[in-house]
Nanobody, 127 residues
Framework: VQLQASGGGLVQAGDSLRLSCVAS?????????MGWFRQAPGKEREFVAA???????DYSDSVRGRFTISRDNAENTVYLQMNKLTPGDTAVYYC?????????????????????WGQGTLVTVSS
């Protein structure tokens, strides 16, 4: 499956932004675990949010209460609504898919659990 992320940009602290990620190719999208990760300069890629095939949501502590992940299976799209952005949220954001269809969700979510990745979209938050 191919993933195309979009929606990044330059915003000010306190602003909101919505990222989108469209899946294409031979896809059982509704059955995938979809996730968002981010990577700040000089740091490792870290988990941000995930949504399961039943739309159960999971978040990292750093974004819980500010970010919301959602999915539209009819459009093969996953979204990340980001509110109350801070400079600490500045990073390249990647969408990812776990296409294994094991119907098992375990924590923590790591990059190794996802087998398909989008190209990343840059989010820059100025103070």
């Amino acid at each position: 499956v191919q993933l195309q992320a979009s929606g990044g940009g330059l915003v000010q602290a306190g602003d909101s932004l919505r990222l989108s990620c469209v899946a294409s190719g031979h896809t059982f999208f509704s059955e995938y675990i979809m996730g968002w990760f981010r990577q700040a300069p000089g740091k490792e890629r870290e988990f941000v949010a995930a949504i399961t095939w039943t739309s159960t949501r999971d978040y990292s502590d750093s974004v819980r209460g500010r970010f919301t992940i959602s999915r539209d299976n009819a459009e093969n799209t996953v979204y990340l609504q980001m509110n109350k952005l801070t400079p600490g949220d500045t990073a390249v954001y990647y969408c990812a898919a776990d296409t294994s269809r094991t119907y098992i969700y375990t924590r923590p979510q790591t990059t190794e659990k996802f087998d398909s990745w989008g190209q990343g979209t840059l989010v820059t938050v100025s103070s």
